[in-house]
């Protein structure tokens, strides 16, 4: 389904509910998707470290 606009799609649609409800900054724990939420007005602000005993 990549590439035929969908994701895109959505989340413009849910960064227009943010504006509208005037919410301050929208977070998506994710790097899989990078260049599509940059291309989007997403910027990285943090870096998460995470450990996993197994």
Same mark, same amino acid.
Do not use: F, N, P, Q
């Given at each position: 389904? *990549?590439?035929r606009g969908t994701g895109s799609a959505l989340i413009r649609a849910a960064q227009a509910k943010? *504006?509208? %409800?005037?919410?301050v900054e929208v977070t998506v724990p994710t790097r899989r998707a990078a260049d599509l939420y940059?291309?989007?007005g997403f910027?990285?602000? %943090?870096?998460h470290l995470k450990w996993s005993s197994t």
């Open positions: 389904m *990549r590439g943010a *504006r509208k %409800a005037k919410d940059h291309a989007l910027h990285e602000t %943090a870096v």
